[in-house]
T-cell receptor
Framework: EPEVTQTPSHQVTQMGQEVILRCVPI?????FYWYRQILGQKVEFLVS????????KSEIFDDQFSVERPDGSNFTLKIRSTKLEDSAMYFC?????????????FGPGTRLTVL | AQSVTQLGSHVSVSEGALVLLRCNYS??????LFWYVQYPNQGLQLLLK??????LVKGINGFEAEFKKSETSFHLTKPSAHMSDAAEYFC?????????????FGQGTILTVHP
Protein backbone atom coordinates (compact mmCIF):
# COMPACT_ATOMS: atom_id res chain seq x y z
CA GLU A 1 0.00 0.00 0.00
CA PRO A 2 1.40 3.44 -0.90
CA GLU A 3 2.55 5.51 2.03
CA VAL A 4 3.98 8.91 2.85
CA THR A 5 7.59 8.81 3.93
CA GLN A 6 9.60 11.40 5.83
CA THR A 7 13.30 11.89 6.42
CA PRO A 8 15.06 12.16 8.74
CA SER A 9 13.14 10.53 11.55
CA HIS A 10 15.01 12.65 14.08
CA GLN A 11 16.99 15.83 13.56
CA VAL A 12 18.99 17.67 16.19
CA THR A 13 20.18 21.18 15.41
CA GLN A 14 21.59 24.25 17.08
CA MET A 15 19.48 27.35 17.52
CA GLY A 16 19.83 29.66 14.54
CA GLN A 17 20.68 26.90 12.09
CA GLU A 18 18.67 26.09 8.99
CA VAL A 19 16.93 22.75 8.69
CA ILE A 20 15.14 21.05 5.82
CA LEU A 21 12.60 18.37 6.53
CA ARG A 22 11.80 16.08 3.64
CA CYS A 23 8.66 14.24 2.66
CA VAL A 24 7.75 11.98 -0.23
CA PRO A 25 3.97 12.09 -0.68
CA ILE A 26 1.92 9.36 -2.30
CA UNK A 27 2.70 9.57 -5.99
CA UNK A 28 -0.66 10.51 -7.52
CA UNK A 29 -1.69 12.90 -4.75
CA UNK A 30 -2.08 16.58 -5.52
CA UNK A 31 -2.47 18.30 -2.15
CA PHE A 32 0.23 18.44 0.48
CA TYR A 33 0.33 19.57 4.07
CA TRP A 34 2.66 20.15 6.99
CA TYR A 35 1.52 19.90 10.58
CA ARG A 36 3.46 20.01 13.79
CA GLN A 37 2.95 18.72 17.30
CA ILE A 38 4.83 20.25 20.19
CA LEU A 39 5.25 17.71 22.98
CA GLY A 40 2.06 17.48 25.00
CA GLN A 41 0.09 19.78 22.71
CA LYS A 42 -2.32 19.47 19.81
CA VAL A 43 -1.39 18.65 16.26
CA GLU A 44 -1.38 22.06 14.53
CA PHE A 45 -1.79 22.92 10.87
CA LEU A 46 1.12 24.81 9.33
CA VAL A 47 0.58 25.02 5.59
CA SER A 48 -1.18 23.49 2.61
CA UNK A 49 0.27 23.34 -0.89
CA UNK A 50 -1.32 22.72 -4.27
CA UNK A 51 -0.26 23.31 -7.84
CA UNK A 52 3.15 24.53 -6.74
CA UNK A 53 1.89 27.23 -4.46
CA UNK A 54 0.71 27.71 -0.92
CA UNK A 55 -3.06 27.38 -0.58
CA UNK A 56 -3.30 28.35 3.05
CA LYS A 57 -0.96 28.94 5.96
CA SER A 58 -1.40 29.39 9.67
CA GLU A 59 -0.09 32.23 11.79
CA ILE A 60 2.68 29.89 12.92
CA PHE A 61 4.00 29.74 9.35
CA ASP A 62 5.94 33.00 9.36
CA ASP A 63 8.81 34.21 7.18
CA GLN A 64 11.17 31.70 8.80
CA PHE A 65 9.27 28.85 7.16
CA SER A 66 9.08 27.91 3.51
CA VAL A 67 7.87 24.94 1.50
CA GLU A 68 8.90 23.63 -1.86
CA ARG A 69 8.22 20.76 -4.22
CA PRO A 70 11.57 20.80 -5.98
CA ASP A 71 11.36 17.78 -8.24
CA GLY A 72 7.79 16.51 -8.52
CA SER A 73 8.24 13.88 -5.85
CA ASN A 74 9.73 15.49 -2.75
CA PHE A 75 7.95 18.05 -0.61
CA THR A 76 10.15 19.98 1.78
CA LEU A 77 9.72 22.23 4.78
CA LYS A 78 12.57 24.64 5.47
CA ILE A 79 13.09 26.53 8.69
CA ARG A 80 15.67 29.25 8.04
CA SER A 81 16.80 30.09 11.55
CA THR A 82 15.56 27.63 14.11
CA LYS A 83 14.36 28.68 17.55
CA LEU A 84 14.04 26.60 20.69
CA GLU A 85 10.26 26.74 20.32
CA ASP A 86 10.48 25.05 16.91
CA SER A 87 11.25 21.77 18.70
CA ALA A 88 8.35 19.52 17.77
CA MET A 89 7.26 16.54 15.73
CA TYR A 90 6.59 17.60 12.14
CA PHE A 91 4.13 15.59 10.07
CA CYS A 92 3.72 15.68 6.34
CA UNK A 93 0.42 14.62 4.78
CA UNK A 94 -0.86 14.19 1.25
CA UNK A 95 -4.33 14.04 -0.21
CA UNK A 96 -5.62 12.97 -3.59
CA UNK A 97 -8.32 15.47 -4.43
CA UNK A 98 -8.24 18.20 -1.82
CA UNK A 99 -10.94 19.00 0.72
CA UNK A 100 -14.57 17.85 0.59
CA UNK A 101 -13.76 15.31 3.27
CA UNK A 102 -10.97 13.62 1.34
CA UNK A 103 -8.54 11.55 3.41
CA UNK A 104 -5.16 12.95 4.33
CA UNK A 105 -2.44 10.32 4.61
CA PHE A 106 0.23 11.11 7.16
CA GLY A 107 3.88 10.26 7.27
CA PRO A 108 5.58 8.94 10.43
CA GLY A 109 6.95 12.36 11.31
CA THR A 110 10.31 14.01 11.90
CA ARG A 111 11.20 14.85 15.47
CA LEU A 112 13.09 18.15 15.45
CA THR A 113 15.11 19.04 18.52
CA VAL A 114 16.59 22.54 18.69
CA LEU A 115 19.35 23.02 21.26
CA ALA B 1 -13.10 29.21 12.91
CA GLN B 2 -13.36 25.53 13.74
CA SER B 3 -12.37 23.81 16.95
CA VAL B 4 -12.42 20.35 18.49
CA THR B 5 -12.60 19.34 22.13
CA GLN B 6 -11.82 15.83 23.26
CA LEU B 7 -13.06 15.12 26.75
CA GLY B 8 -10.51 13.16 28.71
CA SER B 9 -6.83 13.17 27.85
CA HIS B 10 -6.52 9.63 29.23
CA VAL B 11 -9.07 6.81 29.12
CA SER B 12 -8.44 3.42 30.68
CA VAL B 13 -10.55 0.33 30.03
CA SER B 14 -10.31 -3.38 30.62
CA GLU B 15 -9.89 -5.77 27.74
CA GLY B 16 -13.35 -6.67 26.44
CA ALA B 17 -14.98 -3.54 27.82
CA LEU B 18 -16.69 -0.80 25.84
CA VAL B 19 -14.48 1.96 24.51
CA LEU B 20 -15.98 5.46 24.37
CA LEU B 21 -13.86 8.42 23.35
CA ARG B 22 -15.64 11.75 23.30
CA CYS B 23 -15.31 14.49 20.71
CA ASN B 24 -17.23 17.73 20.37
CA TYR B 25 -16.67 20.19 17.58
CA SER B 26 -17.47 23.75 16.68
CA UNK B 27 -17.94 24.74 13.07
CA UNK B 28 -19.82 27.49 11.26
CA UNK B 29 -20.15 25.32 8.16
CA UNK B 30 -21.20 21.70 7.73
CA UNK B 31 -18.21 19.80 9.04
CA UNK B 32 -16.24 16.87 7.81
CA LEU B 33 -15.20 14.85 10.84
CA PHE B 34 -12.35 12.40 11.28
CA TRP B 35 -10.85 10.09 13.84
CA TYR B 36 -7.17 9.27 13.53
CA VAL B 37 -5.12 6.84 15.61
CA GLN B 38 -1.42 7.11 16.39
CA TYR B 39 0.58 4.13 17.57
CA PRO B 40 3.98 4.77 19.17
CA ASN B 41 6.60 6.00 16.71
CA GLN B 42 4.13 5.97 13.82
CA GLY B 43 2.18 8.54 11.87
CA LEU B 44 -1.52 9.25 12.14
CA GLN B 45 -3.73 6.61 10.56
CA LEU B 46 -7.34 7.28 9.58
CA LEU B 47 -9.85 5.21 11.56
CA LEU B 48 -13.03 6.62 10.03
CA LYS B 49 -14.62 9.78 8.73
CA UNK B 50 -17.96 11.44 8.27
CA UNK B 51 -18.58 13.55 5.19
CA UNK B 52 -22.25 13.32 4.24
CA UNK B 53 -25.05 10.77 4.36
CA UNK B 54 -25.42 8.14 7.05
CA UNK B 55 -24.55 9.57 10.45
CA LEU B 56 -23.30 6.27 11.88
CA VAL B 57 -19.91 5.62 10.37
CA LYS B 58 -17.98 2.38 10.61
CA GLY B 59 -14.23 2.29 10.44
CA ILE B 60 -11.32 -0.06 10.72
CA ASN B 61 -10.59 -2.37 13.65
CA GLY B 62 -14.25 -2.48 14.78
CA PHE B 63 -14.54 1.22 15.61
CA GLU B 64 -17.54 3.34 14.78
CA ALA B 65 -18.67 6.90 15.41
CA GLU B 66 -21.96 8.73 15.19
CA PHE B 67 -22.35 12.28 13.94
CA LYS B 68 -24.92 14.12 16.06
CA LYS B 69 -25.46 17.58 14.69
CA SER B 70 -27.79 18.64 17.52
CA GLU B 71 -25.11 17.79 20.07
CA THR B 72 -22.15 18.84 17.86
CA SER B 73 -20.57 15.53 18.75
CA PHE B 74 -18.71 12.74 17.00
CA HIS B 75 -17.92 10.20 19.71
CA LEU B 76 -15.85 7.12 18.90
CA THR B 77 -16.91 3.71 20.21
CA LYS B 78 -15.88 0.09 20.08
CA PRO B 79 -17.96 -2.60 21.77
CA SER B 80 -15.06 -4.67 23.04
CA ALA B 81 -11.56 -3.33 23.63
CA HIS B 82 -8.50 -5.29 22.60
CA MET B 83 -4.97 -4.86 23.91
CA SER B 84 -3.89 -3.76 20.44
CA ASP B 85 -6.24 -0.75 20.66
CA ALA B 86 -3.88 0.97 23.09
CA ALA B 87 -2.81 4.13 21.29
CA GLU B 88 -3.52 7.85 21.08
CA TYR B 89 -6.69 8.90 19.28
CA PHE B 90 -7.29 12.25 17.62
CA CYS B 91 -10.57 13.77 16.52
CA UNK B 92 -10.33 16.33 13.73
CA UNK B 93 -12.61 18.59 11.72
CA UNK B 94 -12.37 20.25 8.35
CA UNK B 95 -14.93 22.21 6.45
CA UNK B 96 -15.85 24.42 3.56
CA UNK B 97 -15.11 27.99 2.71
CA UNK B 98 -11.46 28.62 1.92
CA UNK B 99 -10.14 25.94 4.26
CA UNK B 100 -11.31 22.79 2.60
CA UNK B 101 -8.37 20.61 3.45
CA UNK B 102 -6.98 22.04 6.66
CA UNK B 103 -7.56 19.71 9.59
CA UNK B 104 -8.15 21.12 13.05
CA PHE B 105 -7.33 18.55 15.72
CA GLY B 106 -8.39 17.94 19.27
CA GLN B 107 -5.76 17.48 21.92
CA GLY B 108 -5.84 13.71 21.72
CA THR B 109 -6.94 10.92 24.04
CA ILE B 110 -4.54 8.22 25.17
CA LEU B 111 -6.34 4.90 25.46
CA THR B 112 -4.92 2.32 27.84
CA VAL B 113 -6.27 -1.24 27.80
CA HIS B 114 -5.74 -3.40 30.87
CA PRO B 115 -5.73 -7.23 30.74
Amino acid sequence: EPEVTQTPSHQVTQMGQEVILRCVPISNHLYFYWYRQILGQKVEFLVSFYNNEISEKSEIFDDQFSVERPDGSNFTLKIRSTKLEDSAMYFCASELAGGKGDTQYFGPGTRLTVL
Amino acid sequence: AQSVTQLGSHVSVSEGALVLLRCNYSSSVPPYLFWYVQYPNQGLQLLLKYTTGATLVKGINGFEAEFKKSETSFHLTKPSAHMSDAAEYFCAVSGGGTSYGKLTFGQGTILTVHP
